[in-house]
């Protein structure tokens, strides 16, 4: 049987030459290289002594189960395991090298002590590491009745609040390798699915540059990645031959979850609701029920003096009392109080169904996109050549669905446009969204991996729009629509999609102040000139999603978030954070804010639309 490391498979997923090599019997090698110039990262010790520290946390339980501080934990690190290294290094002149480690390690104290502090109930390191250094040897996957054994070492698994476990890969610079890191993380995700069969993680990258940057990759993200840039290499590993056109045969898949027993989602609650609140002594009626692809909604009518805050204040006993896995959202609407009671199987809303809808087929613009299904199963739809909806700023966190729902964005776009009538720019650094879609002949470029890129192209977009400027005044004509409808299609719409824009932010004061000046005058006046802007991000922070980025993107999508807080930065108002994920979202398109489900759009739909 045909054995292979997951470094080696990595390197097969990304270098066809490399994969031709080990396939004649070769052994390439599959080391890295910094790049000229830089400064060596020692990134084979850094993992050294991490994992040396990880293990004597979990293994001296009295000792260190009492070190809670970052300086603490610098401080035996140091002691029982890095400073003979560091000596080491700076005998040897490699006084650079010998810096950045140390940074890297303090830096990786100060993770250990926050992740500390979010273990709830914290007794010893075992309540947080399940391994270091995880070892998956030998995991059989099976391609087309032959197999493969694939084996590797995780730099880390770890308990998570809300998941059972996190796959933790370390890394010291990630230069233009996020896409293998990304893919080596996907294959650690299957390995691990395969050899723990229904075990719910989710997967992090964490880089020390010094200063951590953290990569959180939802189980969605790393099974699609799996999915699109590795399980079409295990065939040609293989030596599996097929005709052209023929689908991939299958790997193993682990045996689902057991399901537990549940409430069925369509089952009425009314009279429960109401006995739940006569139990407090409060009076409502049940005046109407309507279901949603991701939750039911329930309105009721409380009785004179009956405060809607009273009823709101009961979220928790009727989880309680309805048996229900998270506690309802409840708040006031037009004559009613709502109930949000979230579906246990959310029903889930596919693109192809939503184009073919009358609300979104028989709208006239051309960059116009369904944002989803409202909760009264209506479609949502957006339109960019509204001034209300000119340019957009969606916000979610690591499976919320904000990729889904970019991608979405995408197809519906390119769906309604010749690639002579749109060009798209897009901008992923972390190579999530749109690292995998297939060759889109609406590309203006390929798709902009390099952070240090992203700024160039909106100073294209910005010289760009001061041109169509210009034509617009000579031909006098207000906008590119009108220009369109007067039969002058020589200008394309452009659309620029910007995933996690708050790398760009946070990469130092001249940058964010550079960012800033070009979306301003974008969103001022891209949207006479045809040109839209969307920016994405995971961390809605105050000092990602800043007041003047938020003021010049009047149509905002927020996702699942983190807490309470990034909601209102994105909405002004909560609620974000009660979400559900998977595409449940808040819409604001200058009318208020409106729930819905994103559509989900297949891989096989985005390759057709490529031809």
């Known amino acids: ?49 991490a994992d040396a ?12 189960a009492s070190l809670r501080e970052a300086a603490d934990l610098w401080h035996e690190l140091y002691e029982r395991f890095a400073a003979g290294e560091l000596e080491r290094l700076s005998r040897k002149g490699s006084l650079d090298s010998a810096y950045h480690l140390s940074a890297a390690l303090k830096a990786f104290c100060e993770r250990v002590a926050a992740l500390r502090a979010r273990t709830p109930g914290f007794k010893n ?18 391609v087309g009745g032959r197999g493969l054994l694939v084996s590797g070492r995780l730099d880390a698994v770890r308990f998570y609040p809300g998941h059972a476990v996190e796959l933790v890969d370390y890394k010291l610079t990630h230069g233009t390798r996020m896409k293998h890191d990304l ?19 989710r997967g992090t990258l964490e880089y020390y ?12 993200d790393l099974e699609s990645l799996f999915a699109d840039a590795v399980r079409p290499v295990l065939d040609e590993l293989v030596g599996i031959d097929r005709a052209p056109g023929a689908p991939a045969p299958q790997p193993a898949q682990p045996p689902p979850a057991p399901v537990r027993p549940s409430r069925k989602d369509r089952d009425d609650l009314s009279q429960a609701i109401t006995r739940c609140y006569a139990d407090f002594k409060l009076e409502v009626d049940v005046v109407g029920r309507q279901e949603a692809p991701q939750l039911v909604r329930y309105r009721i009518k409380p009785a004179p003096g009956v405060k809607v805050v009273s009823l709101a204040h009961r979220a928790e006993d009727l989880k309680v009392a309805l048996a229900l896995p998270a506690a309802p959202v409840i708040a006031p609407a037009a004559g009613a109080v709502a109930i949000d009671i979230p579906k246990e199987r959310p029903d889930t809303v596919f693109w192809r169904d939503l184009i073919g809808r009358d609300e979104f087929a028989g709208h006239a613009s051309p960059v116009a996109f369904p944002v989803g299904v409202g909760v009264d199963n209506s479609l949502l739809v957006a339109d960019f050549a509204d001034p209300n909806m000119c340019h957009g700023l969606v916000a979610g966190a690591a499976g919320s669905g904000k990729s889904e729902f970019l991608k979405s964005l995408a197809a519906s776009l390119i769906l309604r446009n010749r690639p002579d009538r749109l060009k798209l720019s897009l901008i992923d650094p972390k190579v999530l969204t749109f690292g995998n879609l297939p060759d889109l002949p609406h590309l ?10 992203a700024v160039p192209c909106l100073e294209c977009a910005v010289a760009d729009m001061e041109r169509r400027y210009r034509l617009l005044a000579e031909e006098g004509v207000e906008h590119l629509g009108a220009r369109i409808a007067a039969g002058r ?17 946070l990469a130092g004061k001249e940058a964010k102040k550079e960012f800033e000046r070009l979306v301003a005058r974008i969103a001022q006046k891209g949207r006479a000139a045809g040109i839209h802007l969307v920016l994405a991000t995971q961390r809605p922070d105050k000092n990602v999603v800043t007041g003047l980025i938020k003021a010049n993107l009047p149509l905002k999508i927020c996702l699942r978030v983190v807490n309470a807080t990034n909601s209102a930065i994105v909405l002004d108002q909560t609620g974000g954070e ?8 808040l819409c604001d398109r200058g009318r208020g804010v409106e729930r819905a489900q994103s559509p989900y759009v297949t891989q096989e739909e985005l390759r057709a639309l490529a031809g």
Not at 5 to 30: I, K, Q, S, Y
Not at 125 to 142: C, I, P
Not at 183 to 201: E, N, V
Not at 444 to 453: C, F, G, M, N
């Open 578 to 585: 009660k979400l559900l994920g998977r595409g449940d979202l």
């Open 489 to 505: 299609t020589d200008l394309p719409y452009h659309l620029i999609l910007f995933d996690e824009f708050g790398d760009l932010i």
């Open 125 to 142: 390191w075992q309540d947080l590491y399940l391994a270091n250094e995880f070892s998956l040897k030998e995991v059989e996957f099976r």
């Open 183 to 201: 893919i080596q993380l996907a294959i650690y995700a299957r390995l691990l699915a395969l050899a723990r069969p229904g075990l719910d993680f």
């Open 444 to 453: 203006s470029e390929p798709v902009i991996t390099d952070l240090s890129a």
């Open 209 to 220: 540059e010094p200063k951590l940057l953290e990569v959180e990759v939802a189980r969605e």
């Open 53 to 64: 520290f990880v293990a004597w946390l979990a293994g001296s339980r009295r000792k260190a």
């Open 1 to 49: 049987m045909v054995a292979i490391t997951v470094t080696e498979l990595t390197c097969a997923c990304l270098d066809e030459t490399w994969r031709r090599r080990w396939l004649r019997g070769e052994w390439p090698t599959t080391r890295s290289f910094a790049p000229p110039g830089g400064i060596p990262v020692c990134g084979a010790l850094f993992h050294r002594l």
